[in-house]
């Protein structure tokens, strides 16, 4: 396996797709160690003094800030925090976005501003490059003081607490230490406050829903050509100087794509007997711009923030400063990915239909895309499915990031939400990805009915890759596992 040094540099989120897919093995740079170890030293002088009363690190947290602990008690004062907020609940979030908070929560703490020890650290590298992955749970998580609960669950097993998944197996944290002989972290003044407090729970759903938005748009490029072309549809709304002047970038970069992929095409250029098509193939360049223009901002501000310090409080040691703040406000991150999630939902809204109409039985396809209809119902389940995920996604972006609900006694007053807006798009997505592999389910099928006619390289390269793990469809057959076939290989395409 490669190595993947951590620096200080500007991580990109194809750095950590990177990082993921290639499955590379992390180790700290020297700078980043000398940092790390500086910024420890200067906050063990400063506790050493006993000169400050600075918030999380010789007080209680929340509403409970005035309260000065003892400095004997500071070491059990972060212990208590991870074991106290550790109040998840709901369905366990998935393993690869719990490897990506992993990853996230190094590289803030790499960072050299949030004091925790070298050893801490290091001890979330070898989990993950070991691939031990804490419990999380979905729920609990206001998404202001950070995502403290889902941290701290992320948190206990370095403690020798909680559980984790080792191996396909579900094991107590203290037999994987026992494993890899090492012995849980003790914990230092400010520790338990730099793992908890944090935005990496939000940034990993929103990483991962990012790279999926550009997955999923780019893959309806050539779907939805093969749809244009199975519903015999016209070329001329992908034209260059139409799309120009509406100034549009999105737009603009869809329609230019779009007239890449139908080239060559002898069924585009064919004689037509419509003078336009329906908006659900006509507005292409409109309706996917629009939703590519919304992914590549919403992937401008996650980059942001998987490169930034966001626990608190921060601490700058070459100015002699410990700042209690409100980086950990999820506020940028809930914000973007309820956009997110309307853009997401707007392609598969799209999509369905675009399979409505190839279903329709007009412009010369058989109803439901299946010989003898009435006999077969063909198509037509499909479609219905289809319906209800859009009619899902429609209900699921209903802006979290609006509401706020007063915690910690309203010191925390006014908080983001983000967590809930991240375990709603991470269902958009899944259930985007669906919707796509059934509207190629449906382009294939329909594209069969145009033969002998040819459509262009890039879309017959298409349908033959997807023609040798689906086939057409000839009468009724079992159409659920088609389906899910169909997401599988629309998610694989490169």
């Known amino acids: 396996?490669?190595?993947?040094?951590?620096?200080?540099?500007?991580?990109?989120?194809?750095?950590?797709?990177?990082?993921?897919?290639?499955?590379?093995?992390?180790?700290?740079?020297?700078?980043?160690?000398?940092?790390?170890?500086?910024?420890?030293?200067?906050?063990?002088?400063?506790?050493?003094?006993?000169?400050?009363?600075?918030?999380?690190?010789?007080?209680?947290?929340?509403?409970?800030?005035?309260?000065?602990?003892?400095?004997?008690?500071?070491?059990?004062?972060?212990?208590?925090?991870?074991?106290?907020?550790?109040?998840?609940?709901?369905?366990?979030?998935?393993?690869?976005?719990?490897?990506?908070?992993?990853?996230?929560?190094?590289?803030?703490?790499?960072?050299?501003?949030?004091?925790?020890?070298?050893?801490?650290?290091?001890?979330?590298?070898?989990?993950?490059?070991?691939?031990?992955?804490?419990?999380?749970?979905?729920?609990?998580?206001?998404?202001?003081?950070?995502?403290?609960?889902?941290?701290?669950?992320?948190?206990?097993?370095?403690?020798?607490?909680?559980?984790?998944?080792?191996?396909?197996?579900?094991?107590?944290?203290?037999?994987?230490?026992?494993?890899?002989?090492?012995?849980?972290?003790?914990?230092?003044?400010?520790?338990?406050?730099?793992?908890?407090?944090?935005?990496?729970?939000?940034?990993?759903?929103?990483?991962?829903?990012?790279?999926?938005?550009?997955?999923?748009?780019?893959?309806?490029?050539?779907?939805?050509?093969?749809?244009?072309?199975?519903?015999?549809?016209?070329?001329?709304?992908?034209?260059?100087?139409?799309?120009?002047?509406?100034?549009?970038?999105?737009?603009?970069?869809?329609?230019?794509?779009?007239?890449?992929?139908?080239?060559?095409?002898?069924?585009i250029t064919r004689e037509k007997e419509h003078v336009q098509d329906p908006y659900s193939f006509r507005c292409i360049p409109q309706v996917h711009g629009a939703s590519l223009d919304a992914i590549e901002y919403a992937k401008t501000i996650v980059e942001r923030e998987i490169n930034a310090v966001t626990d608190n409080p921060t601490i700058f040691p070459e100015d002699d400063q410990v700042v209690s703040a409100g980086n950990f406000h999820g506020q940028p991150l809930a914000i973007v990915m309820d956009f997110l999630a309307i853009a997401l939902a707007e392609l598969g809204s799209i999509s369905e239909r675009r399979i409505y109409k190839l279903i329709s039985g007009t412009r010369g396809l058989p109803a439901f895309l299946v010989a003898e209809p009435g006999l077969n119902s063909g198509f037509m389940i499909p479609q219905y499915t289809a319906a209800s995920i859009v009619s899902q996604n429609k209900q699921l972006c209903t802006p979290a990031s609006v509401d706020t609900i007063d915690s910690s006694n309203g010191q925390e007053d006014h908080v983001s939400m983000g967590a809930n807006s991240a375990t709603k798009l991470f269902q958009i997505v899944e259930n985007v990805f669906q919707i796509q592999g059934i509207e190629l389910f449906v382009a294939a099928q329909g594209l069969d009915f145009r033969r002998p006619a040819k459509s262009s390289e890039t879309i017959e390269k298409l349908h033959l890759a997807y023609r040798k793990n689906i086939s057409f469809v000839k009468t009724d057959v079992y159409m659920s596992q088609l389906m899910v076939q169909s997401m599988h290989f629309v998610k694989k395409l490169r």
């Open 1 to 267: 396996m490669g190595k993947f040094s951590i620096t200080k540099d500007w991580l990109n989120l194809a750095d950590i797709q990177t990082i993921l897919d290639e499955n590379l093995i992390l180790e700290l740079s020297d700078d980043c160690k000398k940092s790390v170890l500086e910024c420890r030293a200067f906050l063990d002088a400063k506790m050493e003094s006993g000169k400050e009363v600075i918030y999380g690190i010789n007080t209680g947290f929340g509403s409970l800030c005035n309260t000065v602990i003892s400095p004997k008690d500071l070491n059990q004062l972060q212990k208590n925090l991870v074991l106290s907020h550790a109040c998840g609940t709901g369905s366990e979030i998935d393993k690869g976005i719990v490897r990506r908070i992993l990853l996230l929560k190094i590289l803030g703490l790499s960072k050299g501003n949030s004091g925790v020890q070298l050893e801490t650290i290091e001890r979330l590298i070898l989990f993950f490059n070991e691939r031990v992955y804490p419990v999380i749970y979905s729920q609990g998580s206001l998404g202001a003081s950070g995502d403290l609960a889902p941290l701290a669950h992320l948190s206990m097993p370095l403690l020798g607490e909680g559980e984790v998944w080792y191996n396909g197996q579900k094991y107590p944290s203290l037999e994987i230490l026992d494993l890899f002989r090492v012995k849980p972290i003790e914990l230092k003044s400010k520790e338990g406050l730099a793992l908890l407090n944090g935005t990496q729970f939000m940034s990993a759903f929103a990483s991962h829903a990012v790279q999926s938005a550009l997955k999923i748009e780019e893959n309806y490029t050539t779907i939805a050509g093969m749809s244009l072309e199975a519903f015999d549809g016209r070329s001329n709304p992908f034209q260059a100087n139409v799309n120009e002047v509406r100034n549009q970038v999105g737009q603009i970069r869809v329609a230019e794509r779009m007239r890449a992929t139908l080239e060559g095409s002898s069924l």
